[in-house]
């Protein structure tokens, strides 16, 4: 009985966990690990051990940007190494710097691990998106990106939850917490690594730099969005901590049930794309993040409580979850072997913005912090604008509503 049921599990193994899929769900689910207990960790972390401002937290984010930047550097990696094996050692240098972070709580400490961790982490998504985009079957692929994202969610509920109750009950130091986030990273990338094997990708990649002209919508949405998600990731968590005190424990059972309900939501986005599109998709995010960042400005003008806050701050990620309708108009427009290169290219140009703002905006923030998230739905109102000309049935040679197919 029990050689059956060893035999039984072995044989799901094989034939529906060792398959493609199965190693993105398995890297979908160690990276958010290691970057959510970092994220999780980090505001407190800077406010009560580095006592930072608003402007160092900038700096800090600015150099977090740098990497992705730099990410078109993935073209000339890749003749060397395939994306596959490239993802399981940016997996490795993500957890190793998180690992390292609780031991350095000064600026030019924290400047450093954030650096190694972020190169680990940019590598590892564009490294992701190409074998996702490659990988994954056109049709299918609005389901399928929805099933990884909730199963990356579900890590990062996990962490949340993980480091709620070990900082709230068992007294557990920052330099532990990171130590585990860290460690369990690294551990599932050597098990994705020992256990499955190396697929081919279905067609070769181009190891050039490409931008096409036939290309350039997708390439402004991606640079509006790298700047519109820097004011979300950077200072709407900071404002949850510096304006109201959230400790902790707080902060992740908030980003525990944000991402429980993106959980939840993120398959429902998949078939929503599959269902209206991803024009439609994409008016609808931008539509919800402009009220959203508005609101957060009103919240010092109206002095609204945190709970209020916290409820914004959830319904900002899930229209976050929306920008996978960004990857499957590109699947639709772009040609097999143009993929890594434009995910590269795309890579940079989001973090364009990404590399500068942060700063900039740190100094803005300490003179006007409501001002910040103005700026937020202005950037928000320009994706919406640039959205509609983003086709109902996009294919090569039908990119835009201006393309003449």
């Known amino acids: 009985m029990l050689e059956y049921s060893f035999s039984y599990l072995k044989t799901i193994f094989k034939e529906y966990l060792r398959t493609p899929v199965g190693f993105l769900i398995l890297v979908s689910i160690a990276m958010p690990i290691g970057m959510s207990g970092w994220l999780a960790l980090l505001n407190n972390f800077v406010i009560e ?18 990497p992705g930047f730099l990410t078109l550097s993935i073209v000339f990696v890749l003749p060397f190494i395939r994306e596959q094996r490239l993802i399981i050692l940016s997996l ?31 590598y590892f998504e564009a490294a992701q998106q190409t074998l996702q985009l490659q990988w994954l079957n056109k049709k299918k692929a609005p389901q399928i990106l929805g099933w990884l994202l909730a199963a990356s969610s579900g890590a990062s509920l996990l962490t949340f939850g993980t480091i709620a109750i070990m900082y709230s009950h068992f007294d557990f130091t920052y330099k532990q917490m990171y130590i585990y986030c860290g460690s369990i990273t690294i551990f599932l990338a050597i098990i994705a690594f020992i256990f499955w094997p190396k697929y081919p990708t279905q067609k070769q990649t181009t190891k050039k730099l490409i931008i096409k002209k036939a290309y350039w919508l997708y390439y402004v949405l991606q ?16 404002m949850l901590v510096e304006k109201f005190g959230l400790e902790v424990h707080q902060v992740s059972w908030l980003l525990l049930l944000n991402f429980s309900v993106n959980l939840i939501f ?11 599109g991803e024009k439609w998709t ?7 993040l402009s009220i959203v960042f508005f609101a957060y400005s009103l919240i010092y003008f109206l002095d609204w409580p945190a709970w209020v806050a916290a409820a914004l ?9 929306m920008m996978i309708a960004q990857k499957t108009y590109l699947q639709k427009i772009a040609l097999k072997e143009d993929l890594a290169s434009t995910t590269a290219v795309a890579f940079t140009i989001n973090h364009i913005a990404a590399v500068f703002l942060p700063v900039i905006l740190g100094y803005v923030w300490i003179i006007s912090p409501p001002l910040v998230f ?29 393309s003449k197919t």
Request: proline share 4%; glycine share 10%; hydrophobic share 55%.
């Open 92 to 122: 490795i240098t993500l957890g190793g710097a998180v690992a390292v972070v609780g031991y350095y709580p000064i600026f030019t400490g924290l400047m450093i691990t954030t650096l190694v961790s972020s190169i680990g982490f940019h």
């Open 49 to 66: 051990r580095a006592n930072f401002s608003g402007a160092e937290i900038g700096w800090l984010h600015t150099v977090r940007e740098i």
């Open 266 to 276: 993120a398959p429902f986005v998949g078939w929503l794309i599959g269902r209206i």
């Open 282 to 288: 994409l008016i609808t995010e931008y539509s919800g």
């Open 313 to 321: 701050y959830i319904i900002d990620h899930l229209f976050y979850a």
């Open 223 to 238: 640079f509006i969005c790298g700047a519109r998600r820097q004011i979300f990731s950077v200072f709407a968590a900071f």
């Open 374 to 402: 103005i700026l937020a739905t202005f950037l928000a109102l320009s994706s919406l604008l640039i959205s509609f000309a983003v086709p109902e049935n996009p294919f090569p040679g039908n990119e835009t509503i201006f």
